[in-house]
Nanobody, 126 residues
Framework: QVQLVESGGGLVQAGGSLRLSCAAS????????MGWFRQAPGKEREFVAA????????YYADSVKGRFTISRDNAKNTVYLQMNSLKPEDTAVYYC???????????????????WGQGTQVTVSS
């Protein structure tokens, strides 16, 4: 399995931006499709975005489409989540996840991903 460490969370005002990073260990990062999920207090973990192994295809939850952008740099073993126009409802712990193999539009559930980071808190104030 790959080890994942998220960073970049924090407190931001509504309308602001943050960029999350997720650094992966090991030399086989390009074998993994990557995803971002989030979990707010009292709610289930939900899909945010995912990206294929090559970075050529991305998928987004409807709630973040047009505001968030997922990208990856396989040379740096890192996946990013650029979050713009943040809303208070985006407040959550954000988790990076890895899935060995392919990705489709239906690959958006936590059990689809086998490795997880520890999470980073994002708080959006109104």
């Amino acid at each position: 399995q790959v080890q994942l460490v998220e960073s970049g969370g924090g407190l931001v005002q509504a309308g602001g931006s943050l960029r999350l990073s997720c650094a992966a260990s090991g030399r086989t990062f390009s074998k993994y499709a990557m995803g971002w999920f989030r979990q707010a207090p009292g709610k289930e973990r939900e899909f945010v975005a995912a990206i294929t192994r090559s970075g050529g295809t991305t998928y987004y939850a409807d709630s973040v489409k047009g505001r968030f952008t997922i990208s990856r740099d396989n040379a740096k073993n890192t996946v990013y989540l650029q979050m713009n126009s943040l809303k208070p409802e985006d407040t959550a712990v954000y988790y990076c996840a890895a899935r060995e193999g392919g990705l489709t539009s239906g690959t958006s559930y936590p059990p689809d991903f086998g490795s997880w980071g520890q999470g980073t808190q994002v708080t959006v104030s109104s």
